[in-house]
């Protein structure tokens, strides 16, 4: 490779020699080393040093899952709750309107609220949501023991 | 070049890449300018297509081929890389190719970097009157020193075709300039028997 960087070298001179004397071509003094070195910058790549992107860190991943799932189960059980809430009073209101434009007190508000089930369902939901965390062998073992007492 | 083909895996080498290209621009860097210098005309072109032209090289390393040589293949780019700016030209100035060729003497007068003599000004002019495809051909020949089973899979024409071109540019600058001037010790008879 070196003697050929040297006959490069001299064919280099020549070509640069038969176009300035032939054809009165020039170029600007120190052109190739300079042109050199801004191709060399604009392809070669830099050695930068690795980062994990943010998006590749499982842990931060797992904790924003377990926030998003926290804060949306939170936030669906008390708009839920209070869902069920309206719908009891509506229901109870205008069974209340009706008593007292027939005249009618057959089913007293009273009675009416006593007779519908607590909806707000607090306990069941803890349930729902407990059962998320349960394992899914012990969910295995308590359907195989239902199916047994049943039998 | 001793070893092509080792070389060739250095420069698609992720380890030895950045160092064998560096190599690249000392072997073919001037070479590859002379030959876009003669196709786009002025300098300021030439350095913005030479510099084009090696960037698509570093990006095209691993689908090299190796059906040509490393230097036909880079100069063939560099060809394209001139087609492809001289294109580019017309359709900014709305002018083709031949215009482009016609307006060679103007450019080259224009040229800062154009520092002809009345002899060379007088090649110049009989070049600038060789149709497009000759021009090339001649350069590539007369200057670039190619042979013509090169300067064919660059131009992508017949070997034939190309040896018939160049003989008619030679004479035809021959018949409009006095004497060709003389390279490496030929005469311009002898270029016919190359």
Redesign the interface.
């Known amino acids: 490779?070196e003697t050929?960087?040297k006959i490069?070298q001299m064919?280099?001179d020549e070509?640069?020699k038969?176009?300035?004397?032939?054809?009165?071509?020039?170029?600007?003094e120190n052109?190739?080393f300079e042109?050199?070195n801004?191709?060399?910058n604009?392809?070669?790549?830099k050695e930068e040093p690795k980062t994990i992107p943010f998006y590749r860190k499982k842990t931060i991943w797992f904790a924003a899952a377990t926030l998003t799932l926290f804060l949306g189960l939170t936030v669906c059980n008390k708009y839920a709750a209070l869902d069920e809430q309206k719908i009891a009073d509506q229901l109870t209101d205008s069974i209340a309107q009706i008593d007292n434009e027939n005249g009618a007190t057959a089913v007293s508000k009273n009675n009416f609220n006593n007779q519908i089930p607590n909806i707000s369902l607090t306990a069941e939901n803890d349930i729902l949501v407990s059962s998320l965390f349960v394992e899914e062998k012990e969910v295995d073992q308590y359907i195989t023991n239902c199916i047994l007492e049943d039998m | 070049?001793?070893n092509e083909s080792d070389f060739i895996d250095q420069l698609i080498s992720e380890t030895h890449r950045?160092n064998a290209?560096?190599?690249l621009?000392?072997?073919y860097?001037?070479?590859l300018?002379?030959h876009i210098?003669?196709l786009v005309i002025t300098?300021e072109n030439a350095?913005d297509v030479?510099?084009n032209t090696?960037?698509r090289v570093?990006?095209s390393l691993a689908n090299f081929s190796q059906q040509s040589s490393l230097y036909t293949w880079m100069y063939k780019i560099a060809y394209n890389e001139s087609i492809r700016f001289l294109e580019q030209n017309k359709n900014k100035h709305s002018i083709s190719i031949e215009d482009v060729n016609t307006k060679y003497l103007n450019c080259l007068l224009e040229d800062t970097?154009?520092?002809?003599?009345a002899m060379?000004?007088k090649?110049?002019t009989a070049v600038s009157e060789l149709n497009y495809k000759q021009r090339q051909i001649f350069n590539m020949k007369y200057?670039d020193d190619l042979k013509f089973r090169e300067i064919a899979t660059i131009l992508e024409m017949k070997e034939g075709t190309i040896k018939t071109l160049y003989y008619n540019a030679v004479k035809f600058i021959e018949n409009n300039i006095e004497i060709l001037?003389v390279?490496k010790g030929e005469s311009v008879q002898n270029t016919e028997n190359i």
């Open positions: 490779m050929n960087d490069n064919n280099d070509l640069n038969i176009h300035s004397d032939s054809l009165g071509l020039n170029v600007p052109y190739f042109s050199k801004r191709i060399l604009k392809v070669v790549t | 070049m001793a950045d290209f560096k190599k621009l000392d072997l860097q001037v070479r300018y002379w210098r003669k300098h350095d030479l510099q090696f960037i570093y990006k970097f154009f520092e002809g003599d060379q000004l090649l110049q200057y001037p390279k």
